[in-house]
Nanobody
Framework: QVQLVESGGGLVQAGGSLRLSCAAS????????MGWYRQAPGKQRELVAT???????NYPDSVKGRFTISRDNAQHTVYLQMNSLKPEDTSVYYC???????????WGKGTLVTVSS
């Protein structure tokens, strides 16, 4: 089993920045890609960013140029730097990790990001 714990959410004004962190623990030896997803009330969960074990990122157009994902494999942590935040970025942000050995997909409990206009 893998446990993921997110931190760093909060309330910020539009145009501001936040940095989310996600620490992985447990059976992390086979963790491969990690990422961030978000879900706003009444909406489906959507991709925010992913990063491979070797550090290759991927972003949807909605956050490209504003968000940056990074990871520290030694600390088993993935980060999401969010700049130029918009009210539409308000969501619960979830950390995700994939296990290349078991093909299991793990989720954190989420951290709330609220962007005020």
């Amino acid at each position: 089993q893998v446990q993921l714990v997110e931190s760093g959410g909060g309330l910020v004004q539009a145009g501001g920045s936040l940095r989310l962190s996600c620490a992985a623990s447990g059976s992390i030896r086979s963790i491969d890609a990690m990422g961030w997803y978000r879900q706003a009330p009444g909406k489906q969960r959507e991709l925010v960013a992913t990063i491979t074990r070797t550090g290759n990122p991927n972003y949807p157009d909605s956050v490209k140029g504003r968000f940056t994902i990074s990871r520290d494999n030694a600390q088993h942590t993935v980060y999401l730097q969010m700049n130029s935040l918009k009210p539409e970025d308000t969501s619960v942000y979830y950390c995700n990790a994939g296990d290349s050995s078991t093909h299991m997909n793990y989720w954190g409990k989420g951290t709330l990001v609220t962007v005020s206009s």
